[in-house]
């Protein structure tokens, strides 16, 4: 196992070092500089403006910008922030522990939700109660993230509020402004009240791809022969299922799940526009915008670390899910 574990983290190595030859071309081929403000401010002399290119490497060839940026990178020097004198490193740290906060909260919800949704709805098979799941998932799916977003806003925030003439739900921020003041059980009120709309907006709809596929693969499971033998051998129903029809009807959603850490990261960027969400993703809009490059290089690859990290250990839980696979 550790020459495969090793392998891969190579293989994840080429594949995030590609990433960043192709993320850094595009940012210096989208037609704007961080410079152009600056050049725009009739205030700001062309020399003070060399002098801020000269201290940021912006003067030098792109492939000298490159390995300067790559060098700096590995010794977890990510630089400056071009908007200001905020350390890059500091400033992705502080946004990343919001975001997955949100993103853990969505995950969660999603799998304990979507797998026993999708189990419930295999075992009970054109039934009432999974027509009107299949029904909701698919609207679910279809519905884009800032639509649900917008939504539940209007639902729980705003008109429930109205109804109960209590403020239950947050639509902004991570918490409230006198939240250094309040005790803790107060503080973890708080703290759920704003993350509750936030996380549901993005858990909705993987609650509807889990329990599509988790359905799928357990139909497929259910009509095995081993499962069959299960049963002859005296095996209850509960044990039948538990044991072997779901433990292999998880093996896609494993896959799917790891791969979905990405999605989960690209809707909490809308999302967290939506919500006023202290996190990674409106820290990157708001450079992308900006043309902060150092900060848009260092969120790109820190969620491809992510992704290559995930995508490791669900091959990993294949082997602990199904004793055949091997890493010989």
């Known amino acids: 196992m550790f020459n495969y574990v090793m392998r891969r983290l190579v293989y994840g190595l080429i594949t995030v070092l590609a990433l960043s030859v192709i993320v850094f071309w595009l940012l210096q081929n989208t037609g704007g500089s961080p410079l152009d403000r600056l050049k725009a401010n009739p205030r700001i002399k062309q020399e003070q403006v060399q002098q801020i290119a000269e201290f940021y490497g912006l003067d030098q060839p792109v492939w000298k910008q490159y390995f300067s940026w790559l060098g700096n990178f590995v010794r977890f020097d990510w630089g400056v922030s071009f908007q200001g ?8 740290v502080e946004r990343l522990g919001g975001t997955l906060r949100l993103m853990i909260t969505a995950l969660i919800l999603a799998v304990g939700v979507g797998i026993p949704l999708g189990v419930y709805q295999a075992l009970k098979q054109y039934s009432f109660f999974d027509q009107v799941g299949t029904t909701v998932s698919f609207v679910t799916f279809s519905t884009p993230i800032f639509v649900l977003g917008i939504t539940l806003q209007i639902l729980f925030a705003l008109l429930l509020t109205d109804w109960t003439g209590m403020k239950l739900f947050y639509t902004t921020g991570m918490n409230s402004i006198n939240y250094a003041d309040m005790s803790v059980i107060e503080r973890i009120v708080d703290s759920l009240q704003h993350l509750f ?18 359905r799928a693969s357990m139909l497929e499971v259910m009509h095995s022969d081993y499962l069959r033998t299960a049963r002859a051998k005296g095996l209850s129903q509960q044990g039948v299922i538990v044991k072997h029809a779901l433990r292999n009807a998880l093996i896609p ?11 989960l990261i690209g809707g909490a960027v ?28 260092a969120v790109v690859m820190s969620i491809a670390i992510m992704v290559v990290i ?9 082997g602990w899910l199904d004793p055949r696979v091997r890493y010989d």
């Open 310 to 318: 995930m995508n490791l250990l669900a091959d990993l839980a294949y």
């Open 253 to 263: 959603i494993v896959t799917l799940i790891s791969l979905d850490i990405a999605g």
């Open 197 to 214: 709309l936030p996380a549901i907006s993005i858990a909705l709809i993987s609650i509807a791809t889990y329990s599509r596929y988790q």
């Open 270 to 297: 809308i999302t967290e526009t939506i919500f006023a969400w202290p996190g990674i993703g409106r820290l990157y809009i708001t450079a992308i915008g900006q043309n902060d490059w150092p900060i848009v290089m």
């Open 85 to 92: 004198t905020q350390d890059v490193r500091q400033l992705v």
